[in-house]
């Protein structure tokens, strides 16, 4: 069975797509690993754009199959990026109102696990019913924030209101520069969370992957690439020693 590693945050804008396809991308390009990246916000997911993909279906079209998925249904829903990583689309509309319920995202991670090595979820901001689900079908929980006042006390609240659900697995910073206000060290010791990875700010590296659809980690020249590189193999140690 394969694991599954959510990205959650408890704001938007803190590059959350970007670490999950680029983490994904990382696993099936880099390491030969049958991956899938789901991408779970309904009408604002952006997960194909950075994989430049053009997807025909969404995890919408398997609600009326849900409760009797079967590869073959998974199979006609994903869309391939390259060999070795699929994509499952998020919904394409903003008001489409049927969001998956936990029975739904358990039923989906299952079959998901059984086909692929990894699972990748892009996981929506916040504290939605589906987030809060998530959280508590996923194996690897990051949370993942940048190092800035707004964001650091967004994530202490996100975390105190998370006390009930499975303990986060640790946090990631991103878009950190040697000049920021406050350190990775100082951002750890304040929310009480093991540090998993500090992704730097590239902005070319990030121009190109939004603009081409060519994930980071694929660029050898990219500081945020390489940053991800590092962090996929230390959840790859994580995930071989649970299993």
Known sequence: ????????????????????????????????????????????????????????????????????????????AVTAYRPGLDLLASPPRVDWNQPLSKTDLASLLHVFRKEYDLVVADVPAGVSDLALSALDLVDLRLILLTPDAPALRATARYLESLSGNGPPTGLVISQHSQGAAVTPTEIKNHLGINLMGVLPIDPQGVWANVSYGEPCVLRKSSKLGGAIRKLSALLLKMVNSNS
Not at 10 to 30: D, E
Not at 41 to 64: F, H, I, K, V, Y
């Open 1 to 76: 069975m394969g694991a599954v590693i959510g990205i959650f945050s408890a704001k938007g804008g803190v590059g959350k797509t970007l670490l999950a396809t680029n983490l994904a991308a990382a696993f099936a390009l880099g390491y030969r690993i049958r991956t899938v990246l789901i991408d779970l916000n309904p009408g604002t997911g952006t997960a194909d754009l950075l994989l430049d993909l053009e997807p025909e279906r969404s995890w919408s079209d398997l609600r009326e199959v849900i409760s009797e998925l079967t590869a073959q249904h998974l199979g006609l």
